[in-house]
Nanobody
Framework: QVQLVESGGGLVPAGGSLRLSCAAS????????MAWFRQAPGKEREFVAT???????YDSDDMKGRFTISRDNAKNFVYLEMNRLKPEDTAVYYC????????????????WGQGTQVTVSS
């Protein structure tokens, strides 16, 4: 079992920045690819970015250049740095873990955090 706890969400004006954190515990962190997804009201869960244990990343084209995923294997943390935020980035952001390789498909992830709300005001 892997436990994931997100933090760092909040209210930010358009153009601002936020850094989300996800603390992982319970299993060997480096066995898992980590990812961020988001879900806005009335919409399906959307892929943001994923990172393999070795540091390779794959980002959504929609957010590439504004959002950066990273991880600290020594501390069992994964981060999402979000810059130049837009009102359409408003959503609940979820951290997810998948044994092995990363994926953009939420159905392939084994573990999920409870989510953290990000609200971008116009």
């Amino acid at each position: 079992q892997v436990q994931l706890v997100e933090s760092g969400g909040g209210l930010v004006p358009a153009g601002g920045s936020l850094r989300l954190s996800c603390a992982a515990s319970g299993r060997t962190f480096t066995n898992y690819a980590m990812a961020w997804f988001r879900q806005a009201p009335g919409k399906e869960r959307e892929f943001v970015a994923t990172i393999w244990s070795g540091g390779s990343t794959y980002d959504s084209d929609d957010m590439k250049g504004r959002f950066t995923i990273s991880r600290d294997n020594a501390k069992n943390f994964v981060y999402l740095e979000m810059n130049r935020l837009k009102p359409e980035d408003t959503a609940v952001y979820y951290c997810a873990a998948r044994y092995g390789t990363g994926s953009s498909s939420p159905s392939l992830y084994d573990y999920w955090g409870q989510g953290t709300q990000v609200t971008v005001s116009s």
